[in-house]
């Protein structure tokens, strides 16, 4: 070149520009920044050489997470760089937001009822968005309910009679070896979890059983329970410093569901479900997946 420009040096082209007998302009597109241009990189943050809104480029260009623009890689970006909230600062590059497990993010980010995880506003999530059961079509616990569980909730309709939910739950849990020892007589193999009112056991029996000898295993389980129950109830009563009497613990009495039916190696899960009270249900059987029948 030869002429007088800042961009010809002693009559040679500079990097990054490119000159005719006049006039010197930038060059875009060769990764060189000079001149007017405030980026040189193919990036959708990066067009004709200009930085676009919610990018910044240096030498590459990231989004930037917590302006409320989703751009690029982002899945989300609610104005800030909180995780928690539905849309996390976790980075792969340092600067892209991403919706977090749980929520729905659209501009702004909402807790997904019925996905069985608790979050924001969520007091429960049952996995399911119907209401009566405990906990809400909004995830909200309902009134008379109690919902326990971090991940899905397990919701048990609080006690009315004289025995609370609380005092059931502690029954339950001193109930647990005799039932545990009890399921080894019957020779069926069981391991039991105990939540809130809930007595909920997972029942392995053999090949040879028949239907009607299982549905008498389960049966005499739940006859048990709420023997065990009843008896700890009234060892209770008797101490001196107790606010139960023994004629209360007689209302305490146990229905049963199978929420699990699998025909691969004879498993059942049932739920057993203690409650104070006058009893009108009796004991109720309820298969959700398979029938027993579909066994034989």
């Known amino acids: 070149c030869d002429l007088v420009s800042d961009h010809c040096t002693r009559c040679q082209v500079e990097d990054g520009w490119e000159c005719n007998s006049t006039l010197c302009v930038t060059v875009c597109g060769d990764g060189i920044v000079v001149g007017d241009e405030s980026c040189d990189v193919e990036s959708d943050g990066c067009v004709s ?31 800030n760089t909180e995780s928690g909230d539905g849309c996390s600062d976790d980075c792969d590059d340092g600067n892209t937001c991403q919706q977090e497990e749980g929520w729905a993010c659209n501009g702004t ?56 939910s609380a ?31 809930k007595f909920s056991v997972h029942l392995v029996f053999g090949d040879d059983d028949t239907e009607e000898e299982i549905q008498e295993r389960i049966q005499e389980i739940g006859d048990k329970l709420e023997e065990e129950a009843r008896e700890i109830c009234k060892d209770e009563a008797a101490e001196d410093d107790s606010a139960k009497e023994e004629e209360d613990c007689d209302t305490l009495h146990v229905t ?34 398979v029938t027993m029948l579909a066994w034989f």
């Open 167 to 197: 005092e059931i739950n502690q029954l339950l849990t001193k109930a647990q070896a005799e039932i545990e020892a009890f399921l080894d007589e019957l020779g069926v193999f069981g391991t039991i979890d105990v939540v809130g009112t």
């Open 49 to 79: 050489c200009v930085q676009q809104e919610g990018w910044v480029c240096n030498g590459t260009c990231a989004t930037i997470c917590g302006d409320n623009l989703v751009l690029g890689n982002e899945t989300c970006d609610d104005g």
């Open 256 to 289: 049963y569901e199978i929420v699990q039916s699998v025909k691969r190696d004879n498993d059942i899960a049932v739920i057993y479900t203690v409650q104070s009270g006058a009893s009108t249900l009796g004991f109720c059987l309820i298969v959700l997946l």
């Open 109 to 164: 980010c909402t807790t997904i009822c019925g996905d069985s995880l608790i979050f924001g506003n969520e007091t429960c999530d049952d996995g399911n968005t119907e209401s009566g059961d405990g906990c809400s079509d909004e995830c909200q616990q309902e009134e008379g309910w109690t919902c326990t569980g971090e991940t899905e909730s397990l919701c048990v309709e609080d006690s009315t009679g004289p025995i609370s």
